[in-house]
């Protein structure tokens, strides 16, 4: 069984994984999750993200980005902070985007934070990870701006409508799927029976969005093998498949030694 699984989307650097973490990744690949990409928060985080992806050096792979529920008055010069620690070692510019469920108020300020991490992702041949809590029009509508120069990226934790999924599609973008997927009261599992599996990266949103059958506990990356699962039940396809095809949709999109 050669196959394995990608956690696109894990923040394992936070406080609920710091004195489990060798347990974790150890977990994680008894079930398959061979490797995790860490997206980051704001600043506070990176040097932690970091740290882990030094000691775990080709399982845990970081990002730098400046998430939009943590945007501050001075988020520009956060921005450049964060974006000093830029290496060879970061395989995507994330957790990027636009939250209109915490706050609509600074609307502005998070679409100009998205743009300013846009165009460091372009200058640096990156992909960009999307959060995009009750704005998935709002932001397609930013990512159509870059349409012409070769952005790429997923929209994590996709739980949008089919015609939603095929605009993000076709602007070259992956879909981000998680554990909602396997919740009974989700209707994502139709529109992902629509879904080409080319178009998928799985991930775990650890230590959030725990799938069934741990849902309500922490999430971590172990988890993912649930989501796989359930993919492969939806689309009738087997699991090797749904391995293969996810994990090498990452490999492809952040760069990663296969």
Known sequence: MNSFLIDSHAHIYLDQFSDSLDSVIKKSHDNRVEKILMPNINIDTIKPMLQISRKYENICYPMLGLHPCYLTENYESEINKIFKYLNATIVAVGEIGIDLFRSRENYKDQVKAMEMQCEIALDNNLPIVIHTRNS????????????????????????????????????????????????????????????????????????????????????????????????????????DLVCQVTSQNAINLFDLPS
């Not at 989700?186 to 799938?211: A, F, G, H, W």
């Open 136 to 239: 998935i029009d709002e932001t397609i509508e930013i990512v159509q701006r870059y349409s012409k120069r070769n952005l790429t990226g997923v929209f994590h934790c996709f739980v949008g409508s089919y015609n939603q999924a095929k605009k993000i599609i076709d602007l070259g973008f992956k879909l981000g799927i998680g554990g909602i997927l396997t919740f009974k009261n989700s209707d994502l599992r139709n529109i992902i029976s629509k879904i080409n599996l080319e178009d998928i990266l799985l991930e775990t949103d650890s230590p959030y969005l725990s799938p069934e059958p741990n849902r309500g506990k922490i999430n971590n990356p172990s988890n993912l093998i649930f989501i796989g699962k359930k993919l492969s039940q939806i689309n009738s396809l087997p699991m």
